[in-house]
Nanobody
Framework: QVQLVESGGGLVQAGGSLRLSCATS????????MAWYRQAPGKQRELVAH?????????ADFVKGRFTISRDRARNLNVVSLQMNDLKPEDTAVYYC????????????????WGQGTQVTVSS
């Protein structure tokens, strides 16, 4: 079963920092894009940042200059991290890792996968 394993959420005061990490549970055949989304209570899920296999980064306007997405390979696993600085109460949400790719050769086309979500709470 394809899994994205997230870690790093928690409670922080406004102005503080957190680092989220997400790792594929196995070594994938190919990864096209890895991203972070978030969903606040009563709101739709929204894209926070993404990083493509070519190195292209995208940031939503509401996190530009504060968040940084990066990608590493550890033990042949794909890891994407989100460094979040200068956090604001409005950043409070469940953050979801997202990956588009082919976990194995048997997956013929790029498919989309989600992590279970990690709670980030920023107190004022």
């Amino acid at each position: 079963q394809v899994q994205l394993v997230e870690s790093g959420g928690g409670l922080v005061q406004a102005g503080g920092s957190l680092r989220l990490s997400c790792a594929t549970s196995t070594s994938w055949f190919s990864v096209n894009r890895m991203a972070w989304y978030r969903q606040a209570p009563g709101k739709q899920r929204e894209l926070v940042a993404h990083l493509t296999v070519t190195g292209t980064r995208y940031y939503a306007d509401f996190v530009k200059g504060r968040f940084t997405i990066s990608r590493d390979r550890a033990r042949n696993l794909n890891v994407v991290s989100l460094q979040m600085n200068d956090l604001k109460p409005e950043d409070t949400a469940v953050y979801y890792c997202n990956a588009i790719g082919r976990p194995t050769l048997s997956v013929q086309y790029d498919s989309e996968y989600w992590g279970q979500g990690t709670q980030v709470t920023v107190s004022s």
